[in-house]
């Protein structure tokens, strides 16, 4: 009853393969191969290098050779966005405005034309422009410069003046054809050197300019729906509107959490390899989150809920949002889970953002794999690190950066170990800071730095794995840049902010400090020490 279980033997769709470059900007591992020679000058013809590294072993391999610059620089007749507009376009704009919009957005920005249609504005984001038609040139100009209160796009730091003029004078035209560019200066090569295996205990490259994190969107199926390997089942619990099969859920216009309860249907004493999803219409979801639960019954709809779980006894097993990809676990650990006979139901959390101006269907489907216990070393879970507290309601003052944190301690008498994070932030974060503060004393050890996008909200595996010794303490810190012009507080709304460091360690449950209180429920947090 709205899930499936999916045979080993299934065949791999590849639905996700721009997707993933878009997001995840294609940056691989193992040996690079050398970039290909760019035809002609402009944008970019040339193709990086590629990369063969897995996660399961071995060094990481070298960097591929950088392609050679495009020589010649022929110019397309007009009638296209102009060479410099789709460079800015395609960097602050493409991963949610693409051919197939994702994560709310309610067109696309890709084509001269996409930018002269006329465009119902749905968005609340759009102040008082809301209800009205427009050309879509004219809604990103009003998007751009905030102007009359509208919220900031594109989210996160401020753009650069510099390429802030280039946009508006275009737009400020009526965002007129011009010359398209027909070739490229030459591809980039290879990216980096491939990350040792996890079991095997191998060394290997950087990622990010840091050592020892794995970005699991680098992996070239990261975005592919989720096929059983061998020793694996697979289940999926489809997105309905209360018939199953053949009746996709209709999300309604605007912003909504709705939530969707289905039976346990693996078998006692089994763990989570891989979690994902077979996805049916990006362009109105923001994340699902999925939760065990004393609430709810196999089946129920519930629709326009709150998005919090309070009092309901709910834990997090997994999740995603815009941007990210498949989470897998290292060969030697699997996600605890709950089986049936725990009384429990699983529920999945969908918050949806529609503003394209009609009810939307969606019929995706959330996906976890599992194994026997026996087959995994290690039994990991998940824990929110982080923060709720923004300065409490009043929240983060307009036009300047914030940074929130919280610390967790390992109160433990024994060792516990991380294996990996997910962060998650909304349109205003724009970095993720972990340290480790030894209960020995001496200085804090940074085990995690990254810039965060909200459209690019990927998940990390550490090598080598963090260890917290009891008494030691893990700090997670966010930073925001609120370019918006009012106060933005915690909330579940893509236009308030959270601060969540996810982290996966083992043993289970180690870091769970369910008496820390969570405005949005989960019983599994740590903060507050």
């Known amino acids: 009853m709205g899930l499936r279980r999916v045979g080993q033997s299934q065949e791999l769709v590849a639905l996700f393969a721009a997707l993933a470059l878009a997001a995840c900007g294609a940056e691989s591992e193992g040996s690079g191969a050398a970039g290909t020679t760019g035809v002609t000058g402009g944008m970019g013809a040339g193709v990086g290098g590629s990369g063969g590294g897995t996660l399961s072993g071995g060094m990481g391999g070298a960097s591929g050779a950088a392609g050679q610059a495009g020589v010649g620089g022929m110019v397309a007749p007009g009638g296209e966005v102009p060479c410099d507009v789709k460079q800015l376009v395609t960097t602050y704009c493409g991963t ?38 427009m050309k879509v040139h004219e809604i990103v100009k009003v998007r751009l410069n905030q102007e009359m209160g509208t919220a900031p796009m594109p989210p996160g730091a401020a753009m650069p003046a510099a390429d802030l003029a280039t946009l508006n004078a275009w737009l400020a035209g009526g965002a007129q054809g011009g010359q398209a560019c027909n070739g490229g200066t030459g591809g980039s090569g290879g990216i980096m050197g491939g990350t040792g295996g996890m079991a095997g205990g191998g060394t290997g490259g950087t990622v990010g300019g840091m050592d020892g994190l794995t970005n699991l969107c680098d992996a070239s199926d990261s975005y592919d729906p989720l096929v059983a390997r061998p020793g694996e089942t697979c289940y999926e619990f489809l ?49 699902w989150l999925g939760f065990e639960t004393d609430a709810g019954t196999p089946g129920q709809v519930s629709r326009n809920v709150t998005g919090t779980t309070l009092g309901e006894s709910a834990k997090l097993f997994g999740g995603w949002a815009v941007g990210g990809c498949n989470i897998e676990f290292p060969e030697d650990t699997g996600l605890e889970i709950a089986d049936p006979s725990s009384g429990k139901v699983i529920m999945i959390q969908w918050h949806h953002y529609n503003f394209t101006g009609v009810q939307q269907p969606d019929a995706s489907k959330v996906q976890v794999c599992t194994v026997p216990t026996s087959m995994r070393a290690n039994v990991a879970g998940l824990t929110w690190l982080g923060t709720e507290n923004f300065n409490g309601p009043f929240g983060m ?6 940074k929130f944190d919280g610390t967790c ?16 932030m909304h349109e205003i974060g724009t970095h993720m800071y972990s340290e480790v503060i030894p209960a020995a004393g001496g200085n804090p ?68 400090k369910p008496e820390n209180l969570s405005l949005i429920g989960a019983t599994n947090t740590c903060w507050g020490d």
């Open 96 to 133: 949610c405005h693409g051919a197939t919009p994702i994560g709310g957005a309610p067109m696309p920005l890709v084509t001269l034309a996409d930018f002269q249609k006329d465009h119902v504005v749905a968005s609340p984001q759009s102040g008082p422009f809301k209800g009205t038609t």
């Open 239 to 287: 997105t309905h509107g209360g018939g199953f099969e053949g009746d996709p859920f209709m999300v309604p216009i605007d912003e909504s959490y709705n939530q969707l309860y289905y039976e346990i249907p693996w078998g006692a004493d089994e763990v989570v390899t891989r979690f994902g999803a077979d996805f049916d219409n990006l362009q109105v979801l923001h994340h």
């Open 397 to 402: 003052p307009p036009g300047v950066e914030s």
């Open 409 to 424: 301690l390992n109160e433990t008498s024994a060792p516990i170990t991380i294996i990996g994070w997910w962060p998650h």
């Open 445 to 512: 050890m940074e085990v995690f730095s990254q810039p965060f996008k909200f459209d690019a909200q990927y998940a990390y595996i550490t090598n080598p794995r963090i260890v917290l010794q009891p008494g030691d303490k893990i700090r997670a810190e966010c930073t925001f840049f609120n370019s918006t012009p009012a106060n933005v507080a915690f909330g579940q709304s893509t236009k308030q902010e959270m601060c969540y460091q996810f982290a996966f360690s083992y043993p289970a449950g180690a870091l769970d």
